[in-house]
């Protein structure tokens, strides 16, 4: 149905920068909502970002201001950049998409990636 791929994380020093895509692929025709989340190591999968489709991103109050999120709907991406990256940054971060849309007007959701780590040493 609707698969989709995360870029490469990494290993970073603390204060470093990383850049994260996701690509959607399928059998759809628009998507909703694209974004990001993450899970550390013993805690619940968070909320980063997510982006509307109109382009409009909300961000966890933790990452708000040192990271951007932002979506190409003609490339059916959406990215992350992360910057001022901080040890309690380190996780697994997933893509997520809540819901898309076929020409006939059904719909899927909740599609997840594969996850991607992301490292942060102080």
């Known amino acids: 149905q609707v698969q989709l791929v995360e870029s490469e994380g990494g290993l970073v020093q603390a204060g470093g920068s990383l850049r994260l895509t996701c690509t959607a692929s399928?059998?759809?025709?628009?998507?909703?909502?694209m974004g990001w989340y993450r899970q550390a190591p013993g805690k619940q999968r968070e909320l980063v970002a997510v982006?509307?489709?109109?382009?409009?991103?909300t961000y966890a109050d933790s990452v708000r201001g040192r990271f951007t999120a932002s979506r190409d709907n003609a490339k059916k991406t959406v990215n992350l950049q992360l910057d001022g990256l901080e040890p309690e940054d380190t996780g697994v971060y997933y893509c997520?998409?809540?819901?898309?849309?076929?020409?006939?007007?059904?719909?899927?959701?909740?599609?997840w990636g594969q996850g991607t780590q992301v490292t942060v040493s102080s």
């Open positions: 997520y998409v809540d819901r898309v849309y076929r020409t006939d007007f059904s719909y899927d959701y909740d599609f």
């Open positions: 399928g059998q759809f025709f628009t998507i909703n909502n």
């Open positions: 982006v509307s489709s109109g382009g409009v991103p």
